[in-house]
């Protein structure tokens, strides 16, 4: 089977291009610039985000696209640029994946779109908006019933963590931020309600869970996690415990309270029933793989 990925320089697409790989597939990486992702996949388009134009990839032949590529900042304000980034050129994605004949397109979504409440959209920023414009597009505009040539799968992804998250900077998961200053010996900053809760899910999930996709039978846009929460305070006593940290956090107020979701806890049933998808990592066990992957490569996936 032969794939395009986008954002395949990016953390989850670095770790996606690996599984892809090692399932036997024939994968066409989209990458900003010259990263791990362009040198294990079988061939390599090299072009940003911003202005893709179709032409480097109209030459290639797939039968499936998976679009990662996104503006994942979550504090932005630019609204202009994270609708172009996260709307539009999904829309455009989508539409070259249809010129190519793909009769699969699997998009990264996120669990950001539901803000505070459970299971009902409400987006407290502009990044869950931009992504719930796209999954609103994907269920009202096209129907998914008006698309019989190519199947859509949308992944409402909840937090993600796992090697290669320091591609994403300071945007890197609080679990992996936690660890690594553990780890560095340095100090830990904890927002004052530190029993705000999050679903945290290892990326090989999310790669399985992706691969599961490519053999949907229908459309349908499904809740990515754990399907388990815990609060900020037991995570970091948990990191704690297994890095030997001994400093106490520092508490500090959140500047952005309005638009931070104090608890992420979503159904994944509908994935499991339609997709096949179950958690291979409960926490601990992710929490495991991750650290002893860190210790054995440190400092080329950290």
């Not at 320089?9 to 599984?19: A, D, E, H, I």
């Amino acid at each position: 089977m032969k794939i395009i990925v986008t954002g395949a320089s990016g953390f989850v697409g670095t770790n996606l291009v690996k599984y892809l790989k090692n399932k036997k597939m024939h994968v066409i990486a989209v990458c900003d610039y010259t990263c791990e992702s362009s040198d294990i996949a079988d061939e390599a388009v090299f072009t940003g985000l911003i202005g893709l134009k179709s032409k480097y990839l109209l030459t290639k032949k797939a039968d499936a696209m998976i679009h990662m590529a996104a503006n994942n900042d979550t504090l932005s304000e630019d609204t202009e640029q994270m609708i172009r980034h996260n709307y539009l050129s999904s829309k455009k994605m989508l539409k070259l994946a249809k010129k190519l004949n793909c009769s699969r397109f699997i998009y990264a979504s996120s669990m950001a779109v539901y803000g505070n409440k459970k299971d009902q959209e409400d987006p407290l920023n502009i990044y869950a908006t931009s992504k719930l414009m796209f999954d609103n597009f994907i269920t009202d505009t096209t129907g998914f019933g008006g698309e019989k040539d190519i199947t859509i799968v949308g992944l409402r992804l909840c937090n993600v963590y796992g090697p290669y998250e320091c591609i994403k900077e300071r945007r890197m998961s609080y679990l992996g931020q936690m660890l690594r200053n553990m780890i560095l010996k340095k100090p830990i900053n904890l927002f004052e309600n530190t029993e705000a809760k999050r679903d945290w899910v290892y990326v090989e999930d999310v790669c399985e869970a992706i691969f599961k996709s490519l053999q949907a039978s229908k459309h349908g846009i499904y809740n990515i996690g754990s399907g388990s929460t815990i609060s900020f305070i037991d995570l970091f006593e948990k990191l704690a415990r297994i890095t030997n940290y001994k400093n106490k956090p520092k508490l500090i107020k959140n500047k952005n309270i309005k638009s931070y979701q104090n608890m992420e806890t979503n159904d994944i049933s509908s994935a499991t029933i339609n997709i096949g998808y179950k958690p291979k990592y409960n926490l601990d066990k992710g929490i495991e793989k991750y650290y002893k992957e860190i210790k054995e490569n440190y400092p080329a996936i950290f």
